[in-house]
């Protein structure tokens, strides 16, 4: 009887869940109701509003994507073709493509074997004359020292992209992370802090740049004749549909960062000790741990499992996990573009093979998290 019920199937931990509210529901049945479904809709506007004002930064252009995000942002800085841009080697390829599509020289810095951020003082000294642009992202759980990073800019006339998707509500030295950029790119994808199930932000202070953006998201049409285009440009659009989901989403941002944290410190207090893997303090001096995902790092390699084996063995008793990311030297599809002759990453080829992150749905509560843990000490004790 049992079976047949299903009374004896495993309990399955997906890595996130998107959490919609009542209000969330509410908030978009209005948008319909009101017949407002595409780009030209108010709650467009209104969600840039909203999240320019979150944010710190005058203006706010609301696309498709984080990856659309990028894409714009590099192209509204008007670079020419050959110009250098550094970017991380341990990021989502997005960093990249965004830099090929403009036809950039693409420099690589290596990141921190226990950060995960680009190494700044790898960055100091790869600067050349021709850099003209930073591709500064934050990874997984604490903000890259873009305070830092700004000073080293100033000086050489570099241009910040702040990539900020992963970092949305985080601070650094009690200022938003997304504030410290010349031009800023955030994403609404799914698993991210708020979502409107795809969808993307760009913000800046820079008036030019924002007009640039605005215009390269929807197609560059003609400022005196409509259909007479002024640029190559895309259709990264954001519907009204999605804002309005934005917009009831973002009421709630600063709950849903402490929950977030809260999340990572019960995952911390039962992974800490394992000397076997690495998982990230709960603060630093200048940043609490956003845990945008909880990540961990298998630190013994004696005991012969990698990342890919230790998620297999975690998906056996129902628990999903994600590896890191793969590092850009090391991806296949951008290889013949020569982005780099370095091909030294120690700490991206370590943490890409032995990283991997957990479940960390709003959901989750304490009891799944120390039934997470306790199969991940498991698995390593015996492995």
């Known amino acids: 009887m049992k079976k047949k019920l299903g009374l004896n199937k495993k309990k399955f931990f997906p890595v996130n869940i998107p959490i919609v509210t009542r209000k969330d529901i509410i908030s978009v049945n209005k948008a319909l109701k009101a017949g407002w479904i595409s780009s030209e809709g108010p709650e467009v ?7 320019s004002k979150y944010i710190g930064h005058k203006y706010a252009v609301a696309v498709s994507s984080g990856t659309a995000a990028l894409e714009i942002a ?36 290596d990141c921190g074997k226990f950060d995960w951020n680009m190494d700044i003082s790898q960055i100091k000294k790869n600067i050349s004359k021709k850099t003209k642009a930073i591709i500064a992202t934050h990874i997984y759980n604490f903000p890259l020292r873009i305070d830092l990073l700004k000073k080293i800019c100033k000086k050489k006339k570099i241009i910040i992209i702040e990539d900020a998707a992963e970092s949305l509500g ?81 009421k709630r941002i600063n709950q849903i960062v402490r929950k977030k944290h809260l999340i990572g410190l019960e995952y911390y207090k039962r992974l800490k000790n394992n000397s076997n893997l690495y998982i990230p303090k709960i603060r ?4 609490k741990n956003i845990y945008w995902v909880v ?20 998906k056996a008793e129902g628990i ?47 009891s799944e998290i120390n039934f997470i843990c306790s199969k991940i000490n498991k698995i390593l004790k015996n492995s």
């Not at 506007?45 to 999240?51: A, I, L, W």
């Not at 509204?76 to 599509?101: H, V």
Request: charged letters at 25%.
């Open 45 to 51: 506007r209104k969600f840039e509003k909203n999240f």
């Open 74 to 109: 590099i192209k509204s800085l008007n670079l020419k073709r050959g110009d250098e841009i550094i970017i991380p080697n341990f990021t989502i390829i997005s960093n990249a493509l965004a830099a090929i599509k403009q036809d950039l020289k693409i420099k690589l810095i």
């Open 170 to 250: 985080q601070k650094l030295n009690k200022k938003l992370c997304g504030s410290y950029g010349d031009i800023s790119t955030f994403s609404f994808y799914a698993n991210k802090q708020i979502t409107t199930g795809e969808g993307g932000m760009i913000t800046t202070n820079n008036k030019k740049l924002y007009e640039k953006s605005s215009s390269l998201r929807n197609l560059s049409f003609g400022k005196k004749d409509r259909f007479n285009h002024d640029d190559i440009a895309w259709n990264y659009r954001m519907t009204n549909i999605q804002a309005s989901l934005g917009v009831s989403q973002l």
């Open 284 to 287: 630093k001096k200048y940043a």
């Open 295 to 314: 990540a961990i790092l298998i630190l013994n390699k004696k005991l012969k499992i990698d990342a890919k084996k230790m998620m297999n063995k975690l």
């Open 320 to 366: 999903a996990t994600r590896p890191f990311f793969w590092p850009m030297h090391k991806q296949k599809i951008l290889k013949k573009y020569n982005i780099s002759k370095n091909t030294y990453f120690p700490n991206s080829n370590y943490i890409s093979k032995y990283g991997l992150y957990l479940p960390s749905s709003l959901k989750l509560k304490t």
